[in-house]
């Protein structure tokens, strides 16, 4: 029996999937009374989220355990979005463990049980990158807890706003050539939408406690090809230059050191070696009733 949980607090809840969540929890309350209250460091952050109506803006420092412990006082579930794709192995440690650990920590002392938190595919203690094996220790210090935890695995998501494929389009607006690191490497890319729609039923369905859902649309491409279909969507397709592992690692530690958030790192090529798709041996959307 479905029950909604009408006061949910998101964690990255101002991000690319947070935005689109936030949206539909708002919108399957119908304007009923109930509260989804959203965590971030800086308000101004929070301007695509703040105007709807029953979203509660919170400035806070997540990673702080007191912080942690006011923020689910009184809630009915917590959502756990918070991820990052670029640092050294403290920081996604930092991100991807320690706080599923203070999460983990502040549900049980504050007495809230539901938790439905967003991981990756490929996750395991033994991946070849800091990310994933950073995302598998998450996982584990959530299932230890005494918690009514439901696990999500995305592929790479896409949808309005995606730094994936806006990426790529941007990038072949300004190159005459496009040179690609990781060009073979294969996603089952799943749209933004059906993730939060995901989110949302997991939320409201108890049968989804204790499960790990993969999270993947139905068709199957290579990075080269989906660079190749942001270049021809844009209007900007250029030819992609595969680089060789060599050159790829190369360039990966030159944008590392550029300023500002890399466009790529050698991790995120450790990442690509292993295929970014579904295993067929977890349950998927269409568990859920949703058919990508």
Known sequence: MRVEMSNVLVLGGTGFVGRSLCARLVARSGGAAGCVAVATRRAAHAKPVQMLPTVQVIEANVHDPDALSDL???????????????????????????????????????????????????????????????????????????????????????????????????????????????????????????????????????????????????????????????????????????LSERLARLQAWFMERLPGTPLMSRDNLDSMRIPNLASGQLAGLERLGIHA
Not at 122 to 135: I, N
Not at 170 to 180: I, K
Not at 189 to 218: F, M, R, S
């Open 72 to 242: 689910v006082k009184g809630r009915d579930a917590v959502v756990n979005l918070v991820a990052i794709l670029h640092g050294s192995d403290s920081q996604f440690r930092e991100v991807h463990e320690a706080l599923p650990r203070k999460l983990a920590q502040a549900c049980v002392q504050r007495g809230v049980r539901r938790v439905v938190h967003v991981s990756a595919l490929g996750v395991s203690d033994d991946a070849p990158s800091s990310y994933l094996r950073s995302k598998a220790a998450g996982e584990t210090v959530l299932k230890a807890a005494p918690l009514d935890l439901t696990l999500l695995r995305p592929s790479v998501i896409y949808g309005e706003g995606d730094r994936f494929l806006n990426l790529f389009a941007s990038l072949q607006a300004v190159l005459p050539v496009f040179p690609l690191a990781g060009a073979a490497a294969r996603f089952q890319p799943v749209w933004v939408e059906d993730v939060a729609a995901a989110i949302a039923i997991c939320l409201d369905e108890p049968k989804t406690i204790g499960l790990t859902l993969e999270c993947t649309g139905p068709d199957v491409y290579t990075l080269g090809e989906l660079a190749a279909m942001a270049g021809r969507w844009s209007g900007h397709e250029r030819r992609i230059l595969a």
